[in-house]
């Protein structure tokens, strides 16, 4: 049968019309949110509610039984060693009591012994951490070492001054202790009203009893510490707090402040506990200890603060972590090729709070969907919209 130009005209017009009729029914392409692949700084971290605390704190106890006179002193008030902070009248005391006071000096006195060793060790080590840091400064100076390890040994001279400090401070306590005892046996038979000056130079920090009263041996009364030796402590899920180790960098978050507060990992507690989470979970956590580097003057003891644990930092090929998504396979993103969207496995490594880093799969540059929602499949024909 011979084509004429009408019967070319039908075939061309049924073409058409098939065409625009698979294109109508053709389902819309899904818009999707787009972001490249890229190489850049991550940083993976642990993180945790706590409190602040000061170090070293002392309860200022009763050394004997008797009149607990007024305290004058209140809680935020500056105190030495020459402040007269509790007064007591001491009780009568029998021949038992005596034995006791006699045996708590002897306890007393060895224990100062024991704290002046203590300081004698921890001056050794924070001469030793100096000698160290000095000799990175020259090396780095030299381009030999890098800085990381001159910033690891300036953070352990640090920490090795703050240990010092902590020693001398509780050697004071110590000294003050045996005072007490003395004065305590002093007072035997002569009924002489005791006083008793603050053990170290600090702050009051809370007074358990300010009204006249009659306290018994070892009734605390006043505590006292120094604000600037303000830590925060953390409690850790286990499974976190054993990638956490001394000198690690952390921040102090969400304490009221506007920026966040830079401090190092002095220790983590070599023993967990047991603990029952809000939705009654039990959960075996261990405890994390932060210095900070600098303590504003608005931060106390017992604030409430959340602690944030870098535990890797590097650079790295990373991607969204809502682009990764897992299946029976593995790990997977949505790479664009073209105009479709296809099912990539990948394998991934370090996650960060909101990017996770990819060491194959794709390659830098690489589009990936950002946000795969249910109707993303794998050959969906997408039109993109980028985010970066």
Not at 167 to 192: M, P, Y
């Amino acid at each position: 049968m011979k084509l004429t130009k009408r019967r070319w005209g039908v075939i061309i017009g049924a073409a058409v019309a098939l065409a625009l009729s698979a294109y109508a029914l053709a389902p819309e392409p899904q818009v999707v949110e787009t972001v490249a692949a890229s190489r850049g700084p991550l940083t993976v971290s642990v993180s945790s509610q706590g409190v602040t605390r000061v170090r070293e704190r002392f309860d200022v106890a009763a050394p004997v039984a008797g009149q607990l006179l007024r305290v004058n002193v209140h809680a935020g008030d500056d105190v030495d060693e020459t402040t007269p902070i509790v007064r007591i009248q001491p009780a009568p005391l029998d021949p038992k009591q005596q034995a006791q006071l006699e045996a708590r000096l002897l306890a007393a006195e060895r224990g100062r012994g024991e704290s002046e060793a203590f300081v004698r060790r921890a001056a050794a080590a924070h001469l030793q951490a100096r000698r160290d840091a000095e000799r990175l400064r020259r090396l780095s100076a030299e381009a030999i070492v890098s800085g990381e390890a001159l910033e690891q040994a300036a953070s352990a001279e640090a920490m090795a001054a703050k240990e010092l400090e902590a020693a001398r401070f509780r050697a004071q306590a110590s000294a003050f202790e045996v005072d007490v005892a003395r004065a305590a046996l002093g007072a035997i038979g002569t009924n002489a009203e005791i006083t008793l000056c603050s053990p170290v130079r600090g702050t009051i920090l809370r007074v358990h009893h300010e009204s006249e009263s009659v306290v018994q041996a070892g009734t605390p009364i006043v505590q006292v510490g120094d604000p600037r030796t303000l830590e925060a402590v953390a409690d850790f899920l286990s499974a976190d707090a054993v990638k956490v180790k001394a000198g690690d960098e952390a921040f102090i978050e969400a304490w009221g402040g506007g920026t966040p507060i830079r401090a190092r990992v002095r220790l983590v507690e070599p023993s967990g506990f047991m603990k029952v989470s809000a939705l009654g979970v039990e959960e075996q956590r261990v405890n994390v200890i932060a210095d900070p580097l600098e303590i504003p003057q608005s931060l106390g003891d017992q604030f409430r603060v959340d602690v944030r644990v870098t535990i890797w930092s590097g650079q790295a090929l990373k991607v969204p972590s809502t682009a990764i998504f897992t299946s029976k396979e593995g790990w997977n993103v949505f790479a664009i090729r073209g105009s479709r969207a296809r099912v990539q496995p990948v394998t991934v490594g370090h996650a960060g709070e909101d990017e996770v880093e990819v060491l194959t799969g794709i390659a830098e540059g690489d589009r990936v969907v950002a946000h795969p929602s249910d109707e993303v499949h794998d050959g969906v024909r997408v039109r993109t919209r980028r985010s970066g």
